[in-house]
Every structure is written in C-alpha cells, then in structure tokens.
C-alpha cells in the first residue's frame, strides 16, 4: 500500500512520523487540558454559588 | 454596515462570554474541516504524486514542511497582532490568545525544523547549516520557548502579559527574517520562495517553481494548517479565559474568607 519510496523511504517516513506525532501530542494535550479546566471552573462555580 | 461599525462589533469578542459562545459554535466546524483538509490533502501528496527528477520521493516532505514553516512565522505574527490590541486597548482575551497560541508555535516551528533537517541530510549532505533562514528560524524557536517561559515565570497575569507583548514585538524582527532572510542574505543552501510566489505559480516567472502536480495537494496542506491552528487557537484560548476565571473567583472566595 505504501509507495516505493525508494533510497530516501526513511527520510520520507520519519518526516511524517515526526510531524504526526508532533501534532496529535499537540491536540491531545490541549483537549486534556481544556477539559481538566472547565471540570475545575465548574467545580468552583458550584461551590461558591452554595456557599451564596 | 459601514467599516467602522464593522470594527465596533469585532471588539464585542474582547468579551469573554461573548467569545466563548461563539468559539464554542464554530469550533466543530473549524475541527472537522482541517481534518479534512489534512487527510485529503496529505493522502494525495504521499499516494498519488510522482516523485521529484532531482529530489525523488524526499519531494513528499513538502506537504508536512512548507505548511507549518508557514504557520510558524503567521502564528507569532498573530501573536503580535492580539499582543498590540493588549498593549493599547488591554482586552484581556487579545493577551490570552497570544499565550494560547505560542505552544502551537512551537510546534509549527518544531515541524519545520525536524523535516527541514531530515530533508535537508539526504538533499545537502548536512543536517543542518548555519543558512540565513535556518539560522532565523532557530531564533524564532528560542523566542518561542522564551515566550512561554515568561508567561509561566510572573505571578501577576497583567504584568505577565506586559512583558510578554514587549518581547513578542522584539521577536517579530526573526519573525519576518525567517521568512525574508533570503533576499536580504543573497547566500545559503536554503532555496528562496518557489510556493508563495505568484508569478511562480502562473508561471509568469522563469525562476524555479512548483509543479502544480504537487501545488494543489500542497495548496490543500496548507488550508487544513490553518484550519487547524484556528481551531487549537480558539480552543486553547477559551482554556486560558477559564482558567483565569477560576483564579479570580478563587481570589475573591479567599477574600470573602
């Protein structure tokens, strides 16, 4: 399925596991983050509206 | 509705309710059309484009390279936009969207630089040259990290922001001479703009470009980027706004005792 790429199969490869990984690292960290943020808002949030 | 009335509803997003709703509805837009963007367009460019008579398949390298050399250097010019909106009208939401959008910088950056050096061994001979735009792009990378580290350095979030605007505007100088250092330093291995250029692409031009058998699904790359930046941008950025609103509602509780 993958393409004859040739002598330089590993410069094409590492190129895009690189930048793959680079990006998906770069999305899951922030989905996580984002979510860990709004879960501790919320919590706050409730907690200050009981205590008025 | 004229321009100016125009330029008065932009500023209604320094409201950050008014932002959040809106990041909000338009987020799984921007998510699911970079995704779509990115995978059309780098399955075309890896499966179905020739490899290069000079480069062979290391030309395929383009499609991942170009676009985020392209996101590195837009990505802190838009970082110097909200920063200048920070410095001289003090939205909260400008200051935060430059912090937010700094670790994709990083990373656009970080991609440029390992594909560059990966394509660069086989193509030069070296990993790396001390080449002008190198050289700048490097810089840039450090001003990055630089950024960050200030941020997470000073407590007091307004004067964090303060300096951190003071260098994103210092910074913009290796900003623009990654992407123009080649026409200033008329010297390096690194070739001058073959994309970005329109005379290059209509062919107006007798300078190396191109093919367009590798600029449509290369073309397609860099829309999807900038989708995605845009969606991690605003993300990241309704991220920041919470987090500085549990600081503020924390503060207050403490006071309140």
């Known amino acids: ?52 | 509705m004229s321009i100016a009335a125009k330029a008065n509803t932009l500023w209604e997003y320094a409201n950050p309710r008014k932002f959040l709703a809106t990041s909000e509805r338009v987020l799984p837009f921007f998510w699911i059309s970079s995704l779509v963007c990115l995978v059309v367009g780098l399955t075309w460019g890896f499966f179905f484009t020739p490899d290069d008579y000079k480069q062979g398949s290391t030309v395929k390298i383009i499609y991942l390279h170009v676009p985020a050399s392209l996101m590195a250097i837009n990505c802190w010019l838009m970082m110097l936009a909200t920063s200048l909106v920070w410095l001289v009208r003090r939205h909260h939401v400008s200051a935060l969207a430059a912090r937010a959008a700094a670790p994709v910088g990083i990373v656009m950056t970080l991609i440029a630089l390992a594909t560059g050096a990966i394509w660069g061994q086989p193509m030069w001979g070296t990993w790396w040259a001390w080449d002008p735009r190198l050289t700048a792009f490097l810089i840039l990378f450090l001003f990055y990290l630089g950024y960050v580290a200030l941020w997470e350095a000073i407590e007091d979030s307004d004067t964090a922001a303060d300096l951190t605007s003071v260098l994103c505007l210092v910074g913009s100088v290796f900003a623009l001479l990654s992407r123009y250092a080649v026409n200033f330093w008329n010297q390096g291995l690194h070739q001058g703009a073959s994309v970005m250029r329109a005379a290059a692409v209509t062919g107006a031009d007798t300078e190396e470009k191109v093919s367009n058998i590798y600029f449509y699904p290369l073309l397609l790359c860099i829309i999807g980027f900038v989708l995605l930046f845009i969606a991690l941008v605003l993300y990241r950025t309704g991220t920041e706004i919470r987090a500085r609103r549990i600081k503020a509602l924390l503060s207050r509780e403490r006071l309140n005792g």
């Open chain 1, 1 to 52: 399925m993958i393409p004859d790429l040739g002598k330089y199969a590993d410069a094409v490869l590492w190129s895009y596991a690189v930048s793959l990984g680079l990006l998906i690292a770069l999305f899951v960290l922030s989905v996580m983050r984002g979510r860990k943020v709004r879960a501790e808002m919320e919590k706050v949030e409730n907690r200050m509206m009981r205590n008025g």
